[in-house]
C-alpha cells in the first residue's frame, strides 16, 4: 500500500508505486428499496484516459458517478480516488478530494439565482480566497472563453439554451483545475450539432488537462469520440469492456441489440 | 395495499389528512406506519439541526451570504410585518374598547393595548406571519435547488450545503424575527392610538404615559427576544423541509406547502411553552 497523500499530491503528479488507477472502482453494489440498481461493478481509469459508460436508461450509469463523487453511498464495495477509500471519509477530507474532481450534471445544474460568470466564480469564491477579485474574474474569463461562452458573462442561466447551460456547467467544473472529469449525460437533450460541439469541446479539454474522465451516456456516438475505452452496463453489472471495436467484435447478444439500435 | 387508503375519491376527508400529506410518505398508511413516520420525522429534523449546528460553528463562514439572508428574510418582510402589524392594533383598539366600556374600565385602554401588544399580539403575529413568508420562501428556494440538482452541485464543489444554504438562513431569521418583532410591536401601538385617538381624541404622549405607566422592561425584553426561538423554528423547519424535497415541481409545492403549515404550528406550541417559561423566569 503506497502512503503518498491524494490531497497533498500536486497537480499532475502520479503516485510513486505508478500503479494505483486514480479511479478505482471494486465490486460496487447499490439498492434502492428492493430495486438492485448496480450489482458488483468493478471499474478502474488512469491519468489521461476516458472511459465511457453505456447502457440502457435506468441501469445505475448516472447512480454510479454519484458514488464516486460521495453524493451516494454504496450498500457495499468501495471507490478508491488515487487509492484512497472515500467510504466513510470525514466530510472536510471528502472536501478536499471532491476538490480534485470536476462533475457535469446531466441537468447542468447552474445555480439560476447567479448570472454565468458568477457560476464559474463560485467554486474559486469558495476554495481560492487566496486569489484577488481581479485573478478570479481573469481565471472565469479564461474558462468561459475556453468553453466559448465568454459573450454571454452577465446572462442568467434561464436565458441559456441546453448547450450553452452545459458549456458554462463545464466551465464551472474545470474551475479548480481538476484531475478528475465526471460526466453524467454531456449530450443528453441536445440537437445533433450541439451534441458535436459538447464532444469536440471534451476532447478539446482532456486533451489539454490530461484528466481521468468517466463519461456516462447512452449516445455511443458521443462516447466513441469522447471515449478510448468503453463498459456497456446491464442490469448492474459490466457486460464488456474495451475500445469501439472490441465491443463491434463481440459475440455476446446484448452487445450486439445495443450497437444495432444506437 | 393502495398508497391511498382514504379515497379522495370517495370524498371523505380522513381524520389527520393534512398530516399526512405534511408527512407524505407511501408508507405511512396505518397509523402505525403514521406515528413511525412522525417519530422518523423529528429523528431526521434532530440529525439535521446538529449538522446544521456543527457547520455553522466552523470556519469558514458564510459572512456574505448571511448578510444576503438577512436582507432578504429581514428588510423584505418588513412591509408585510409592519402592516400586520398596524391591522392588529387598529382591531385591538377597537374591540377593547368595547370590552372595557362594558365594564366601566374605558380609562385602562391605553395600558390594555400596550400590554397585549408587548405581551403576545406582536410576537405571535409577526412568528406567524413570518412563518409564511419566509417559511415558503425557503422551503420553495431550497426544494427548487434541491430537485434541480443545485444542492448537490454545491456539495460536488467541495462546499459543505448545511453551511451555506442551511446555517445561514437559521441564522437571519434567529437575528431578525426580534428586530421584525419590534417593527410590528411599532406599528400596532401606533396604529392602536390612531383608531383610538379617532373615537376620543388623546395625545400620543398622554397614550404612551398611561399604556406603559407599570410596564417594566421583563414585560418587554423576553417577550421580544421569544421570537428569536420562533425564527429558529421557522428557519430549521422551512430549510429541513426544503433540503429533503424529493420529485419535481410537486415536490417543491408540498415542501413550500409543509414548510409553512409546520413552522407555524410549531411556533403556536412554542409560543405555550415559552409564555410559561417567561412568567416562571420573570414574573
Same mark, same amino acid.
Given at each position: ?262 | ?71 432578504? @428574510?429581514?428588510?423584505?418582510? &418588513?412591509? =408585510?410585518?409592519? $402592516?400586520?402589524? /398596524? *391591522?392588529?392594533?387598529?382591531? %385591538?383598539? +377597537? ?74 438562513? @437559521?441564522?437571519?431569521?434567529? &437575528?431578525? =424575527?426580534?428586530? $421584525?418583532?419590534? /417593527? *410590528?410591536?411599532?406599528?400596532? %401601538?401606533? +396604529? ?81 411553552? =415559552? ?9
Amino acid at each position: 500500500m503506497t502512503t503518498t497523500d491524494p490531497i497533498t499530491m500536486q497537480r499532475g503528479q502520479t503516485r510513486e508505486d505508478g500503479v494505483a488507477p486514480v479511479i478505482g472502482v471494486e465490486n460496487l453494489h447499490k439498492s434502492f428499496g428492493s430495486q438492485k440498481v448496480l450489482n458488483g461493478i468493478s471499474l478502474a481509469v488512469g491519468r489521461g484516459e476516458t472511459l465511457a459508460v453505456l447502457g440502457r436508461s435506468g441501469t445505475g450509469k448516472s447512480v454510479l458517478l454519484r458514488i464516486i463523487i460521495g453524493l451516494e453511498t454504496p450498500d457495499s464495495g468501495s471507490v478508491r480516488i488515487y487509492g484512497e477509500d472515500i467510504a466513510g471519509l470525514a466530510l472536510d477530507r471528502l472536501g478536499k478530494i471532491r476538490m480534485r474532481m470536476g462533475f457535469l450534471f446531466q441537468q447542468a445544474a447552474l445555480y439560476d439565482s447567479l448570472t454565468v460568470v458568477q457560476n464559474v466564480a463560485f467554486p474559486l469564491e469558495h476554495h481560492r480566497r487566496e486569489m484577488s477579485s481581479s485573478e478570479q474574474s481573469g481565471r472565469v474569463r479564461e474558462l468561459l472563453e475556453e468553453v466559448g461562452m465568454e459573450a454571454a458573462l452577465d446572462k442568467m442561466p434561464s436565458d441559456l439554451s441546453g448547450g450553452m447551460q452545459k458549456r458554462v456547467a463545464l466551465a464551472r467544473a474545470l474551475a479548480l483545475q481538476p484531475d478528475i472529469l465526471l460526466l453524467d449525460e454531456p449530450t443528453a437533450g441536445l440537437d445533433p450539432i450541439s451534441s458535436n460541439e459538447i464532444c469536440d469541446l471534451v476532447l478539446k479539454l482532456q486533451k489539454e488537462h490530461h484528466m481521468a474522465s468517466i463519461v456516462v451516456t447512452h449516445d455511443l456516438h458521443s462516447a466513441k469520440t469522447i471515449a478510448g475505452r468503453l463498459a456497456l452496463l446491464n442490469e448492474g453489472i459490466v457486460v464488456i469492456e474495451g475500445t469501439f471495436e472490441e465491443l463491434q467484435n463481440s459475440d455476446l447478444e446484448f452487445v450486439k441489440d445495443f450497437l444495432k439500435n444506437s | 395495499m393502495s398508497d391511498r387508503p382514504f379515497s379522495a375519491a370517495a370524498g371523505i376527508e380522513p381524520p389527520f389528512a393534512w398530516l399526512r400529506a405534511v408527512f407524505a410518505s407511501p408508507t405511512a398508511g396505518s397509523p402505525k406506519g403514521l406515528i413511525t413516520k412522525f417519530l422518523e420525522w423529528f429523528g431526521d429534523l434532530g440529525i439535521f439541526f446538529w449538522r446544521v449546528v456543527r457547520a455553522g460553528v466552523t470556519p469558514p463562514f458564510e459572512f456574505r451570504e448571511l448578510f444576503r439572508q438577512l436582507d432578504e @428574510i429581514g428588510s423584505k418582510s &418588513l412591509p =408585510l410585518v409592519a $402592516l400586520a402589524g /398596524a *391591522a392588529i392594533g387598529v382591531v %385591538l383598539s +377597537m374591540e377593547t374598547r368595547y370590552s372595557l366600556t362594558r365594564f366601566g374600565a374605558k380609562s385602562l385602554l391605553p395600558a390594555a393595548i400596550v400590554f397585549s401588544v408587548v405581551h403576545d399580539i406582536g410576537p405571535i403575529i409577526t412568528g406567524l406571519v413570518a412563518s409564511g413568508r419566509v417559511g415558503a420562501g425557503i422551503g420553495a428556494e431550497l426544494a427548487s435547488m434541491k430537485v434541480s440538482e443545485q444542492i448537490d452541485a454545491i456539495e460536488a464543489s467541495a462546499v459543505n450545503p448545511y453551511r451555506l444554504l442551511a446555517s445561514t438562513r @437559521i441564522l437571519a431569521c434567529i &437575528l431578525m =424575527l426580534p428586530l $421584525l418583532t419590534l /417593527a *410590528a410591536d411599532f406599528c400596532a %401601538l401606533l +396604529m392602536g392610538w390612531v383608531a383610538m385617538t379617532l373615537v376620543e381624541p388623546i395625545s400620543l404622549h398622554q397614550f404612551i404615559n398611561s399604556g406603559f405607566k407599570g410596564t417594566g422592561f421583563n414585560d418587554f425584553l423576553p417577550p421580544t427576544f421569544k421570537t428569536a426561538v420562533f425564527g429558529l423554528i421557522i428557519g430549521l423547519t422551512a430549510c429541513f423541509q426544503g433540503m429533503r424535497t424529493k420529485g419535481g415541481a410537486e415536490g417543491v409545492g408540498r415542501a413550500a406547502t409543509s414548510s409553512v403549515v409546520l413552522s407555524s404550528l410549531f411556533v403556536i406550541l412554542a409560543d405555550v411553552v =415559552l409564555v410559561k417559561v417567561i412568567i416562571i423566569f420573570f414574573p
